[in-house]
């Protein structure tokens, strides 16, 4: 297998608008990232990925940008951000951008323009139809409810927008658009940055005639999740901005491609294709795919052998002809430790579990903040606490279809994209330390016990075994190249798994649950000695041929022949 820096690191994601605030707005900014890099740094992490941080007015935190070149006037100035590129790089630390080029801010110069009449010369930048039979252009719906058309009066047409209405669809079939993407790509990496994460990739080709999809409910607006995702022109923009400009520059690229398995993956990852280093793949997350206004606005149960059986696909599917990037949550997603652990009793094993599952899986791991230190959903009571659109969306819209309030609460309480975006938590200080003012979104309630000083000062938190998984898994070849094998497939309670390059060999077992199931150790391993290399309990017993596990248990042994 081929070796390579963006295979070795251990990234770190920062929300930049809840990380640290520096001048006391109530709004994360760059000078606080840069007051913190000594932190990450020491964390062990090589890489940190910025969620956007460019000129936006805000409708999606960022995700709707108005200027590519120009740096968020909450967040900072572009001096700052040269300051922040100069001190992470004297860490020893590489930056890694979003690039959202799916869609602009309805406020970008393009749009202004584009919407400014059918003549314009930037007309063509963006999706526009007319109207179809006295309706929408097509049926198809957008991520955040309702449908991807809006109507602009002036012009009389309607433009595409698979996001909210102030992020219209940038036309990818239109070369201007293409070489304006490229040159701004080409800027960025000239300044020195060592990376992209490709937001929302999979949507930038749409199908040819933007036909209705099928609707044999009689739905409002239907998700066509496969009329924009994954097509196949996608795989040619994405060589061909390689040929342009990346495959100049040592850096790493992570695309966002839902929707799809590693087989398919592989066209994005193929060691041969040249067009993206990883993706980041939604199977695990287990996402209902009608979201939006059906109703079905929830998070699917999991089970630990289909979680199982997904991660494994993964890992045995791409070993050796892509790479993997694993995540268990992000900025759109809840809490890893409060839908994957346990955020109540076992709160700081089940983290510490879940931090081995992520720093022992073949692929570059992806920490996001305050995943470090266990930070959990916030639970609010009152909708007005949440700022989220896509939560605000789907308030309004289950309102208007007459769920319960109680079921709505409940349903954002478990999915809400706000559950990862409160405020970072530093200290025991009013807001956590994060601001010195009034915060955006309120700060989880629990940030008296959680929180990032409490666990530097204790040997046993979660931000330490963090860190000793870190650099355990930069000193064994194996956690970062070795084949991965499941065991005990069939186990419900119980993720074991060997990692093996050569003749070394890394055995990882945990228990997922709050319960103390018996481990056996398969009869082919039996001839091995263990040694232990980390856990998140004290381990006495030498042997590991049969242990009862205690909850949340994490162990990970090298095995050696006798
Ligand atoms: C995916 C991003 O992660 C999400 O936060 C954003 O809302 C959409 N893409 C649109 O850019």
């Known amino acids: 297998m081929k070796k390579r820096w963006w295979k070795e690191a251990v990234v770190y994601q920062i929300y930049p608008i809840s990380f640290k605030d520096s001048n006391g707005d109530g709004i994360g900014d760059l000078q606080g990232i840069i007051s913190k890099l000594e932190y990450i740094r020491d964390l062990g ?40 590129l100069e001190t992470a790089h004297a860490l020893g630390l590489k930056i890694v951008m979003d690039l959202v080029v799916n869609h602009t801010s309805d406020e970008h110069p393009w749009f202004i323009e584009a919407r400014s009449s059918v003549d314009s010369p930037k007309r063509d930048y963006y999706i526009w139809r007319k109207g179809k039979d006295g309706g929408l252009p097509n049926n198809w719906e957008s991520y955040f409810s309702g449908s991807v058309w809006e109507y602009d009066e002036k012009t009389d047409e309607y433009y595409m927008h698979l996001y909210t209405k102030h992020q219209p669809d940038l036309n990818w079939e239109n070369e201007e658009v293409v070489n304006q993407i490229n040159d701004m790509v080409r800027w960025w990496l000239d300044k020195g940055i060592d990376g992209f994460r490709f937001d929302a990739i999979a949507h930038i080709v749409k199908a040819v005639g933007l036909p209705d999809a099928p609707d044999p409910e009689h739905l409002p607006y239907v998700r066509a999740y496969s009329l924009f995702s994954n097509l196949e022109k996608v795989h040619k923009l994405l060589r061909n901005l390689n040929e342009e400009v990346l495959d100049q520059y040592n850096i790493m690229t992570v695309g966002e491609t839902s929707g799809l398995g590693p ?30 206004g059906t109703g079905k606005w929830h998070l699917k149960p999991w089970t630990l052998l289909d979680l199982k059986n997904i991660l494994s696909k993964w890992q045995t599917v791409l070993h050796g002809k892509g790479w993997n990037a694993n995540y268990l949550c992000n900025h759109d997603q809840p809490r890893s430790v409060s839908r994957f652990g346990n955020d109540g009793k076992y709160r700081k094993e089940s983290a510490k579990m879940l931090a081995t599952l992520l720093l022992t899986l073949e692929g570059t ?10 930070m959990t959903n916030p639970k609010f009571e009152l909708i007005e606490e949440y700022r989220d659109v896509e939560t605000l969306n789907h308030y309004h819209e289950s309102q208007k279809n007459g769920v319960p309030l109680e079921k709505i609460m409940e349903s954002i309480w478990k999915k809400s994209r706000d559950n990862s975006r409160t405020p970072m938590q530093w200290d025991s200080a009013p807001h956590a330390g994060f601001t010195t003012g009034k915060p955006w979104i309120q700060v989880n309630s629990n940030y008296k016990e959680v929180n990032v000083q409490n666990d530097l000062q204790d040997q046993d938190s979660i931000l330490h075994y963090y860190k000793k998984l870190i650099a355990l898994r930069k000193h064994k070849d194996a956690l970062i190249y070795g084949e991965y094998k499941l065991l005990l497939p069939l186990n419900p309670d119980l993720y074991v798994y060997i990692r093996t ?11 997922f649950f709050d319960e103390t199931p018996t481990f056996t150790l398969p009869e082919d391993l039996k001839g091995r000695k263990p040694q232990l290399l980390l856990s998140n309990y004290e381990v006495e017993e030498e042997g590991i041929q049969s242990f009862e596990m205690r909850p949340y248990e994490a162990r990970i042994y090298q095995l050696k022949s006798k």
Request: proline share 3%; aromatic share 12%.
């Open 45 to 84: 992490v090589d890489v940190v990925w910025l969620c956007p941080i460019y000129q936006s007015p805000n409708h999606d935190n960022g995700y709707d940008i108005s200027d590519y070149q120009a740096i968020m006037d909450q967040f900072g100035t572009m001096a700052d951000f040269d300051l922040l």
């Open 365 to 374: 791991p992806y920490i996001f903040q305050g995943e470090e230190i266990g």
């Open 501 to 511: 390059l050569e003749d070394e060999q890394v055995l990882i077992i945990l228990n």
């Open 263 to 292: 087989e398919q993956a592989l066209d994005y990852i193929g060691d041969e294709r040249n067009e993206l280093n990883m993706v980041f793949q939604f199977e695990h997350m287990q996402m209902d795919a009608a979201a939006g």
